[in-house]
T-cell receptor, first 115, second 114 residues
Framework: DSGVTQTPKHLITATGQRVTLRCSPR?????VYWYQQSLDQGLQFLIQ???????AKGNILERFSAQQFPDLHSELNLSSLELGDSALYFC??????????????FGPGTRLTVL | AQSVTQLDSHVSVSEGTPVLLRCNYS??????LFWYVQHPNKGLQLLLK??????LVKGINGFEAEFKKSETSFHLTKPSAHMSDAAEYFC????????????FGGGTRLMVKP
């Protein structure tokens, strides 16, 4: 158990809908990262937050957004969902701001299915 | 820009035989390199990491990897495969020029035959 929790484990929704995925980092970790894992794109970095501030952006669509709250949990919001958004979404945390060796601890993931 | 190539998408070995999962990387700075393992329906677990100290890195569950700068490689090995090693393995690079963002290879699925 990495200490990173994600809810829900599974989510099934329809095209055009909006969903929110939640992540709680390991105790004491200030950085939260979101990743998408799909069959065709592999594992891709979406976005990083550090202590409430956006730190780095990867291949995140404009329809997606994230935030990190004062208690350090994070939410990833996906809107106007398309079939291609079906994927496993991982959250990871680390205690670093992005400087240093950046060992990240991954949650179990949320499997999103868009019908 | 950094990138990672895992040379084999699937590797099959017999239980008790050696494992070799190959990884080549591209990085314009001194990279940190990682191997993560993903068991079915599970999250990713860190196996080992290279962070510019010793070039031979020992990880959990008997896995090792050697950083070879001249070959830009970071291959993962294990002397004797166990059935529980069957999983997907990801080679990952991170460097400061990319803001320490992690870039994942495409993954290698390791199958272990009894």
């Amino acid at each position: 158990d990495s200490g990173v929790t994600q809810t829900p484990k599974h989510l099934i929704t329809a095209t055009g809908q909006r969903v929110t995925l939640r992540c709680s980092p390991r105790s004491g970790d200030l950085s939260v990262y979101w990743y998408q894992q799909s069959l065709d794109q592999g594992l891709q970095f979406l976005i990083q937050y550090y202590n409430g501030e956006e730190r780095a952006k990867g291949n995140i669509l404009e329809r997606f957004s994230a935030q990190q709250f004062p208690d350090l949990h994070s939410e990833l919001n996906l809107s106007s969902l398309e079939l291609g958004d079906s994927a496993l979404y991982f959250c990871a945390s680390s205690d670093l701001a992005g400087l240093g060796h950046n060992e990240q601890f991954f949650g179990p993931g949320t499997r999103l299915t868009v019908l | 820009a950094q990138s990672v190539t895992q040379l084999d998408s699937h590797v099959s070995v017999s239980e008790g035989t050696p494992v070799l999962l190959r990884c080549n990387y591209s990085s314009s700075y001194s990279p940190s390199l990682f191997w993560y393992v993903q068991h079915p329906n599970k999250g990713l677990q860190l196996l080992l990491k290279y962070t510019s100290a010793a070039t031979l890195v020992k990880g959990i569950n008997g896995f090792e990897a050697e950083f070879k700068k001249s070959e830009t490689s970071f291959h993962l090995t294990k002397p004797s495969a166990h059935m529980s090693d069957a999983a997907e393995y990801f080679c990952v690079v991170s460097d400061r020029e990319a803001g320490n963002m992690l870039t994942f290879g495409g993954g290698t699925r390791l199958m272990v035959k009894p």
